[in-house]
């Protein structure tokens, strides 16, 4: 069925590193959302990318959605400490969310 | 972006027992959706609570065991029926927006432990 993969599952980087998380879907999606989730947090919205080839900035967060709305990245330039947290990928197909496991990142200062 | 109160944050429950969940929010709201997220996991989609008629379940979840009610474009509530260990997770609200883009925000998330 569909789904959405998630890679990695966890990333430990030195503080002022990049960071890098990719999510690959089985089927064409219509959008893919990010989320961000501090540890005993709850889950809040980053950014929705609709168009194909899209990319997006907030800062020194860059989103890109693949030309086949299969695949899409979140780019972290130089990490802070305040990056801690897990990153999902959340895929909309057939007006349904699928989301990824996950990638949790941890910084060191 | 909205504001969601939900209730509550967390508990604990004897087996064979209920427990509705509540979201309020502080603007109205076409959408209106329930996870479940296991620690350290990722979200599962149970239903979307649409206002004035049924909701829509997931695969794997059905009305008996998780009736959801959406009386207006402000409020929703979940239920988790005849608990066992098993449902013991953070049940998380969440809402989609439009304000030129869409957005969408989580409550803060109910914590059953089920004994």
């Known amino acids: 069925g569909q789904q959405v993969m998630q890679i990695p599952q966890y990333q430990h980087v030195q503080e002022g590193e990049d960071f890098t998380t990719y999510c690959n879907s089985s089927t064409t999606l219509s959008n893919i959302q990010w989320y961000k989730q501090r540890p005993g947090g709850h889950p809040v919205f980053l950014i929705q990318l609709v168009k194909s080839g899209e990319v997006k900035k907030q800062k020194r967060l860059t989103f890109q959605f693949g030309e086949a709305k299969k695949n899409s990245s979140l780019h972290i330039t130089a990490t802070q400490t305040t990056d801690v947290g897990t990153y999902f990928c959340a895929g909309r197909a057939l007006n349904k969310f699928y989301f990824g496991s996950g990638t949790k990142l941890n910084v060191k200062p | 972006s909205a504001v969601i109160s939900q209730k509550p944050s967390r508990d604990i429950c004897q087996r064979g027992t209920s427990l509705t969940i509540q979201c309020q929010v502080d603007?109205?709201?076409?959408?209106m959706f329930w996870y479940r997220q296991q620690p350290g996991q990722s979200l599962t989609l149970i239903a979307t609570a649409n206002q004035g008629s049924e909701a829509t379940y997931e695969s794997g979840f059905v009305i008996d065991k998780f009736p959801i009610s959406r009386p207006n474009l402000t409020f929703s509530t979940l239920t988790v029926s005849n608990m066992s260990p098993e449902d013991s997770s953070i049940y998380l609200c969440?809402?989609?927006?439009?304000?030129?883009?869409?957005?969408?925000?989580f409550g803060s998330g109910t914590r059953l432990t089920v004994v």
């Open positions: 969440s809402v989609e927006e439009w304000n030129g883009t869409y957005g969408y925000t």
């Open positions: 603007s109205q709201v076409t959408m």
